[in-house]
T-cell receptor, first 115, second 115 residues
Framework: AQSVAQPEDQVNVAEGNPLTVKCTYS??????LFWYVQYPNRGLQFLLK????DNLVKGSYGFEAEFNKSQTSFHLKKPSALVSDSALYFC?????????????WGAGTKLIIKP | DGGITQSPKYLFRKEGQNVTLSCEQN?????MYWYRQDPGQGLRLIYY???????QKGDIAEGYSVSREKKESFPLTVTSAQKNPTAFYLC??????????????FGDGTRLSIL
């Protein structure tokens, strides 16, 4: 069965420090992987995706993510955190061969950046 | 600007009442989705539609109904059969569900509560 795990409910980082939000996945075939961000009482905003090619993907607002096939991970990273990065982050996966075309979502990780 | 509009932003339901949440998109997307978001949980798929006049149940369709009479519109009705409707409801669209590499675009949600 397809699944996504975000092992940390909350991540606390000091402003200016690097941040990592973890995501691991399980699919039977090749994955499409996505990161989204949600601010309070708002919808989700797309940050970045991995489809194929370079394992390091760059996205919006200075975020990047590294696809690691052997570890089935797709961790979100940013070299220097901003207070405005504080939000809820979701990882999602879709199996390339899945005919249902549905995204499987992680439970979300709350990122808190302290000044 | 293109986007997804959900209305109303807040909605209150009385016991035994059906309520309808509106979702309109002007992105010319074929696929549309309804998700339910509860605190501490990821997004759960209620219904999705890949094309006009066709839709499929998601993981938690019981107590909900949808229609897709126009490409731009995908309203969700929360029926009285849904005994725990209090949640944040998110509508999304994408460029054809079969094109799995395309991200989903989200509206800003409707928060439904029971009176």
């Amino acid at each position: 069965a397809q699944s996504v795990a975000q092992p940390e409910d909350q991540v606390n980082v000091a402003e200016g420090n690097p941040l990592t939000v973890k995501c691991t996945y399980s699919v039977s075939g090749n994955p499409y992987l996505f990161w989204y961000v949600q601010y309070p009482n708002r919808g989700l905003q797309f940050l970045l995706k991995y489809i194929t090619g370079d394992n390091l993907v760059k996205g919006s607002y200075g975020f990047e993510a590294e696809f690691n096939k052997s570890q089935t991970s797709f961790h979100l990273k940013k070299p220097s955190a901003l207070v405005s990065d504080s939000a809820l982050y979701f990882c999602a996966v879709r199996d390339y061969m899945d005919s249902n075309y549905q995204l499987i979502w992680g439970a979300g990780t709350k990122l808190i950046i302290k000044p | 600007d293109g986007g997804i509009t959900q209305s109303p932003k807040y909605l209150f339901r009385k016991e035994g009442q059906n309520v309808t949440l509106s979702c309109e998109q002007n992105l010319n997307h074929d696929a549309m989705y309804w998700y339910r978001q509860d605190p501490g949980q990821g997004l759960r798929l209620i219904y999705y539609s890949q094309i006009v006049n066709d839709f499929q149940k998601g993981d938690i369709a019981e107590g909900y109904s949808v229609s897709r009479e126009k490409k731009e519109s995908f309203p969700l009705t929360v029926t009285s059969a849904q005994k725990n409707p209090t949640a944040f409801y998110l509508c999304a669209s994408s460029e054809g569900a079969e094109r799995g590499g395309k991200p989903q675009h989200f509206g800003d949600g409707t928060r439904l509560s029971i009176l």
